[in-house]
């Protein structure tokens, strides 16, 4: 096994705690049964620094000393950053454990997948898949390695056979690009508060007799300024800084959608929707399974509920949602 150590500058975009750490794996494959662990690559924040550690199974032979040696370091900490982990590299992990008869202690952390984050987002981004290399395409991440993955496994598997420092360096080099753009793009985290919620502050900051406008400010930056328009909506994202329009019809109203239309009805005479528990009465020729352009109540621009700090934040990520949803 080979062991490498470096220590990088870094001034984190969103907060990073030193209980959590960064995790990349490159593997032979992607089943585990018969698949080996190549590397192993993490980086942590330390004094103001990001150390990035990586043991390297240089035998083909070392995957239970790749894994003692990894456990050992990240034994105190309580939340790993990953992209796609939890669906390859954790799952992988987890069998190599069984495999050797470990304790995983990954399976006892907070996993925090950017994957699961960016996902929801992907049409609204106009993303035609979440793959890693299509967001760092996204977001202008540029990598020092040539080496696909493809190109990964056929390196490391000539290195096994004829051991060459170029191909180990190439393949260091590739898990070093894959730590160091998980570092930059920690603002996926932005991404995540928006769809919960995470503002520091939200209002309403103008009405006209067309539209109602929202405005609300979130901890820190998202990674690129996003503009996306729906019927009645308009949606914009710059920096810190929120924009969401309504429409307002001629009632000097517009339209809050409920989550989860499979537990509301439509009422197609009163032109709103209600949840299931207050539609039983309701005769069935007046009433239809609501849909994510149908599951929504209409309020008047004068609500009290608009003017309540809590219930406003809530209006702005039921519409987020629904923007993802039906875009």
């Known amino acids: 096994m080979l062991q490498i150590t470096k220590e990088i500058s870094y001034t984190p975009s969103y907060p990073v705690d030193r209980d959590t750490f960064f995790l990349c794996i490159d593997t032979t494959g992607f089943q585990a049964e018969v698949s080996a662990i190549a590397t192993i690559g993490i980086a942590y924040l330390s004094n103001q620094k990001i ?52 304790i995983n202690p990954l399976s006892s952390m907070e996993s925090k997948d950017y994957y699961e984050m960016i996902h929801p987002f992907q049409r609204i981004l106009g993303l035609s898949s979440c ?88 901890p820190f930056a998202i990674l690129k300024s996003l503009q996306y328009s729906a019927p009645d909506c308009h949606l914009s ?25 499979k537990d509301y009805y439509y009422l197609t005479v009163e032109d709103r929707a209600v949840h299931k528990s207050l539609a039983s009465y309701v005769p069935k020729e007046f009433k239809q399974k609501a849909t994510h352009a149908t599951c929504y109540e209409k309020l008047s621009v004068e609500h009290p509920a608009l003017r309540q700090k809590h219930s406003l934040c809530q209006f702005i990520v039921d519409t987020i949602r629904h923007l993802i949803c039906i875009s």
């Open 131 to 218: 793959r890693q290399s299509a967001i760092e395409a996204y977001f202008g991440c540029q990598r020092s390695s040539n080496l696909s993955g493809k190109k990964l496994v056929r390196a490391y598997q000539n290195y096994i056979k004829k051991p060459d420092t170029a191909d180990a360096e190439a393949i260091l080099l590739h898990n070093q690009d894959s730590l160091e753009i998980l570092l930059q793009l920690i603002s996926i985290f932005s991404y995540n508060d928006l769809l919960h919620g995470n503002f520091t502050d939200c209002r309403i900051q103008s009405i006209t007799s067309k539209q109602i406008l929202f405005c609300f400010d979130l």
């Open 51 to 102: 150390i990035i550690e990586q043991w390297f199974n240089n035998s083909g032979l070392d995957q239970k000393e790749l894994l003692l040696a990894f456990f050992e370091k990240i034994h105190s900490k309580h939340a790993v950053i990953t992209y796609y982990g939890n669906r390859f590299s954790l799952p992988f992990l987890e069998k190599k454990c069984q495999e050797y008869n470990l």
């Open 237 to 261: 994202l710059c920096d810190k800084k929120g924009l969401l329009s309504l429409s307002i019809d001629n009632n000097m109203q517009f339209k809050h959608y409920f989550p989860n239309p």
